[in-house]
Each structure stands twice: as C-alpha cells, then as structure tokens.
Nanobody
Framework: QVQLVESGGGLVQAGGSLRLSCAAS????????MGWYRQAPGKQRELVAR?????????AYADSVKGRFTMFRDNAKNTVYLQMTSLKPEDTAVYYC??????????WGQGTQVTVSS
C-alpha cells in the first residue's frame, strides 16, 4: 500500500523560507510522476511543481512560484522535497504531495499547512 507523508509546514513571515518533505512508503522510482499541489481556503487545488519521468527528473513549475520554489528528490530516502523561498502571503495554503503511476494510480498525502504572515 502506498503512503505519502508530508512534513515541514508551519508559520513563516513573508520573505522567509520553508522546506516541505514527502516521504513515500515505496520506492519513488516506481512512480511516473510526483508533484506538489496546494489548496487555499475557498480555492481549487492547484499544481505547484511536478517531476515527470521521476528517474530523469524533469520538473515543471506553476508560473506563480517559478524562481522561488524548487522541487527535488532523494531516491535513496524515497523522499521528494519542495524548497520554498521568498514566501508571500498568497502562498498560504495546505500543500499536498501526489504520486502517480500512469494511467490510473493516483496517491495523495494528508497535507501540511503553510501560513505566510505579512
């Protein structure tokens, strides 16, 4: 059974940094893609960053986080990370880790709250 466990969220002032972690219960090389999504109150869940072809590591980012967020992986630890810098109040959301095996398997973590104060 696949489990994804996020950690690293918290409260930070605008301009600060946080690193989120997502630990998988299986080898992350078994996934076709892994990503970070976020959902702010009253808004739809949106893609933040996504690695496709996990063993090569091609990463795409939402325009709103390009240049500020970096997603990377540690295959040995079966963990992906989201390094967030220059945080803004509009980055406040619950951040979710996702892992996919095409075409039908889709897994989500429980989410971790990130709050950025102005």
């Amino acid at each position: 059974q696949v489990q994804l466990v996020e950690s690293g969220g918290g409260l930070v002032q605008a301009g600060g940094s946080l690193r989120l972690s997502c630990a998988a219960s299986v080898s992350i090389s078994s996934f076709n893609a892994m990503g970070w999504y976020r959902q702010a109150p009253g808004k739809q869940r949106e893609l933040v960053a996504r690695i496709t072809n996990i063993n090569i590591g091609y990463t795409a980012y939402a325009d709103s986080v390009k240049g500020r967020f970096t997603m990377f992986r540690d295959n040995a630890k079966n963990t992906v990370y989201l390094q967030m810098t220059s945080l803004k109040p509009e980055d406040t959301a619950v951040y979710y880790c996702n892992a996919a095996r095409f075409p039908t398997e889709d897994y989500w973590g429980q989410g971790t709250q990130v709050t950025v104060s102005s």
